[in-house]
């Protein structure tokens, strides 16, 4: 028998999920924000090397870059950080930037151009799996003593490899990576030559808004507010970041007042939002990309043939008009909507009998087995569960592989997958952000273990294409590189093992109090410091 004190907690519990609109029985305090986020995803803090969702929203709000965005005006694009103003030589290939005076590392160091020399060049030395960020400029371990200078306290001065346009390196420099760390505390951590990287791992060392006070993986990360950040400090004073994984638990949570924004909402949970008090519903257009690739190393999904049935076994519109209504929409290209060269192009729509003729061409019209890995959050299940139902249409049996983002993640970075189903957010607002991870493989051998470009964790050898990809980045006239960056995308969708299906919209569900929440349009992470309640 449940004790009574059980009992009645029940009741009032049962009484608040029949009764939307009764009193809300928590609430957060005034200068303190509460998240219910999926974070498990996470998996290092240090920004030379955090390259997921949950960790880019982090880095946002822990790390000043050299530019950055203003989150509330993000379509006026990057702008002045840590760096106040910056030159370009007349060829193109060296930046200046001059450095913002009297901001200081939440240590109480000062930041300055050594600082952010040494960042860049230790992002590039590392070279974990965002290093490609840097590398695309023609940065190597080997040259960064050269290419990445600060000439005094107040200086940093980049080279690279050969003209791109500027705004293009500017970009890039918004990216996690970007994020400037304190040099003074990091190498005071440094072991085994790793440059403070299994410090940062669970540390922070940024003059951003914000410094770490906690991180439990798979459970929570908690902010505090930093009292020197240059911009004045945050109004939310603390940042607690939930990992809740079940959108209902999210809603009751925002229900009672518990949290006061739930990130993860299913289109039910939105609506049933409906006429609620003291609850709003906000949305943006986000850059993130539903997709399904194939592993060009199983002998079934390497087959031409097969990988264009599979973008024939998608019930698109199915899915969009059901389980993702409100917050996907069908999107078949690998450049999010808003960016230069988008297109809209669908051409592969869900047709049962045309899958099947194209598995008998390559030889599989009894089908076969295969293992798609997918991890444990609830539009992508749903989104494999689909996808399984359809192929089982045509006798391919496909076993359904659900782990955390961190077990998921390190399965197709080490290739082992055989069907993936994820989701890609740009790492900065430029085309080649997307081109140059779906479209780009110049070396396809494991030993290459090029893990931020999808291309690469597919198996797909593209030296063609990597070629075109590389041309649209140095072409400077705006017009003629959208064009390039729209041929290539339909190329592309013809002959890629990628079925990309869905961009995201965001619903977040917020109390009505919160105000100032940017989740950072289809160009960049999470701002909590413009947050007020």
């Known amino acids: 028998m449940k004790p009574f004190k059980n009992l009645m907690a029940s009741a009032v519990l049962g009484m608040a999920l029949a009764a939307p609109g009764a009193q809300v029985l928590a609430e957060t305090p005034a200068n303190m924000l509460v998240i219910a986020n999926r974070i498990d995803d996470i998996t290092t803090l240090d920004p030379a090397q955090s390259f997921e969702f949950a960790g880019s929203d982090a880095s946002r709000n822990l790390y000043s870059n050299l530019v950055n965005f203003d989150p509330n005006d993000l379509g006026a694009g990057y702008k002045p950080d840590l760096a106040t103003s910056w030159d370009v030589s007349e060829d193109g290939q060296t930046i200046t930037f001059h450095m ?12 300055t151009a050594k600082d952010a020399e040494f960042s ?36 940093l001065v980049i080279k690279t490899d050969k003209r791109y346009a500027t705004s293009f390196v500017l970009n890039c420099m918004t990216a996690t990576i970007g994020g400037i760390v304190d040099m003074k505390t990091v190498m005071q951590h440094e072991a085994d030559g790793d440059m403070g990287n299994e410090w940062l791992r669970t540390n922070t060392a940024g003059s951003g808004p914000y410094s770490l006070a906690d991180w439990k993986p798979n459970e929570s990360i908690t902010l505090v507010s930093n009292p020197n950040y240059y911009a004045g400090e945050p109004a939310m004073k603390r940042v607690v970041v939930r990992h809740i994984q079940e959108s209902a638990t999210q809603r009751l949570l925002l229900e009672k007042g518990d949290v006061d924004i739930a990130r993860n909402l299913t289109p039910d949970d939105v609506a049933g939002f409906d006429g609620v008090d003291d609850i709003k519903i906000a949305s943006e257009l ?5 997709y399904v690739s194939l592993n060009q190393k199983h002998p079934a999904l390497s087959n031409p043939k097969v990988v264009e049935a599979f973008k024939y076994l998608i019930d698109y519109e199915g899915m969009a008009n059901s389980f993702l209504k409100g917050q996907y929409k069908v999107h078949q290209a690998f450049l999010p909507r808003t960016y230069l060269g988008e297109i809209s192009d669908t051409p592969y729509s ?5 899958a099947r003729a194209l598995l008998a061409e390559a ?25 399984q139902n359809t192929l089982a249409q045509v006798g391919i049996k496909a076993e359904l592989i659900v782990g955390t983002g961190k077990q998921t993640l390190g399965v197709y970075r080490a290739r082992e997958h055989d069907i993936y189903v994820g989701a890609w957010g740009p790492d900065y607002p430029d085309p080649n952000t997307n081109a140059g991870t779906f479209a780009y493989n110049p070396d396809n051998s494991d030993e290459a273990q090029a893990t931020g470009l999808l291309a690469w964790r597919n198996a797909w050898g593209i030296p063609e294409m990597s070629n075109e990809t590389l041309a649209a980045v140095v072409e400077p006239d705006r017009a003629k590189r959208a064009k390039m960056y729209e041929a290539l995308q339909r190329e592309h969708q013809k002959v890629s093992p990628f079925a990309i299906m869905f ?26 410091w413009s947050v007020t309640k």
């Open 350 to 354: 869900f047709n049962i009998e045309k």
């Open 503 to 528: 961009q995201k919209v965001e619903q977040n569900g917020l109390r009505s109090n919160v105000q100032g929440f940017s989740m950072g349009g289809a160009i960049t992470a999470a701002s909590y």
């Open 286 to 290: 986000r850059g993130r990309l539903m």
């Open 100 to 111: 913002r005076p009297g901001v200081k590392f939440q240590s109480g160091n000062p930041v």
């Open 363 to 387: 030889g599989y019209a009894d089908g076969f087995d295969v293992k798609i890995f997918v991890r444990d959050a609830q539009e992508r299940i749903d989104i494999s569960t689909s996808l």
């Open 120 to 155: 860049l060049r230790r992002a590039v030395i590392l070279n974990k799996t965002p290093a490609f960020i840097l590398t695309q400029f023609g940065f190597t371990p080997e040259n960064v003593g050269e290419t990445i200078v600060a000439t005094d306290d107040n200086t």
